[in-house]
């Protein structure tokens, strides 16, 4: 049982299109992050949120933590090819020490 | 800027063979890590350490060992390789700054295969 849950697993959009994606868990956390990660690559930071409620923007790419800190979301606006890549939200726990736990991630396919 | 190096990138061994992933930063980090990642499992944590000379087991800890003699490196070992421990394994690091808001580092992973 995955402490966190990522939906959909795969998604393959057209250029242009609109999209979110989700990250959901039973458990409260004290931060969230998501990465992107790209093949053959490690994981690369996008946003951290810590504030229930927080939204924060990185250009056409949203992040919502949720009011209670047990789920987010990223929405993307008029994906591109370049934001094709492996999402992956983690979350931290205050029991977990200095330790992040990884969803399974979403691989998101954009084509042009 | 090297960040997180991964050394070696790619191995393929046979059932009961051992052998040794290093990780090096040099961003004088506090914190490093050893994930594995399996299709649809997403990152999970082997061992970690918050400091030189310490270690501690994570999520799926058994059939490695691990060492942190030196600040900047941090060894994963497999004592005896099983095939269940084909992976791709990745290192991280991150400073000791912002309890639960630090960015975590990574190498660019080792792709390990066991027969």
């Known amino acids: 049982t995955q402490l966190l849950e990522q939906s959909p697993q795969f998604l393959s959009i057209q250029e242009g299109e609109n999209l979110t994606v989700y990250c959901n868990s039973s458990?409260?956390?004290?931060?969230l992050q998501w990465y992107r990660q790209e093949p053959g690559e490690g994981p690369v930071l996008l946003v951290t949120?810590?504030?229930?409620?927080e939204v924060k923007k990185l250009k056409r790419l949203t992040f919502q933590f949720g009011d209670a800190r047990k789920d987010s979301s990223l929405h993307i606006t008029a994906a591109q090819p370049g934001d094709t890549g492996l999402y992956l939200c983690?979350?931290?726990?205050?029991?977990?020490?200095?330790?992040?736990?990884f969803g399974p991630g979403t691989r998101l396919s954009v084509l042009p | 800027n090297a960040g997180v190096t991964q050394t070696p990138k790619f191995r393929v061994l046979k059932t009961g063979q051992s052998m040794t992933l290093l990780c090096a930063q040099d961003?004088?980090?506090?914190?490093m890590y050893w994930y594995r990642q399996d299709p649809g499992m997403g990152l999970r944590l082997i061992h970690y350490?918050?400091?030189?000379?310490?270690?501690a087991k994570g999520e799926v800890p058994d059939g490695y060992n691990v060492s942190r003699l030196k600040k900047q490196n941090f060894l994963l070992g497999l004592e005896s390789a099983a095939p269940s421990q084909t992976s791709v394994y990745f290192c991280?690091?991150?400073?000791?700054?912002?309890?639960?808001?630090?960015?975590?580092?990574f190498g660019e992973g080792s792709r390990l295969t066991v027969l």
């Open positions: 991280a690091s991150r400073d000791n700054r912002g309890r639960n808001t630090g960015e975590l580092f």
């Open positions: 458990s409260v956390f004290s931060s």
């Open positions: 949120v810590v504030t229930g409620g």
């Open positions: 983690a979350g931290h726990r205050d029991n977990y020490g200095q330790n992040f736990v």
């Open positions: 961003m004088n980090h506090e914190y």
């Open positions: 350490s918050v400091g030189e000379g310490t270690t």
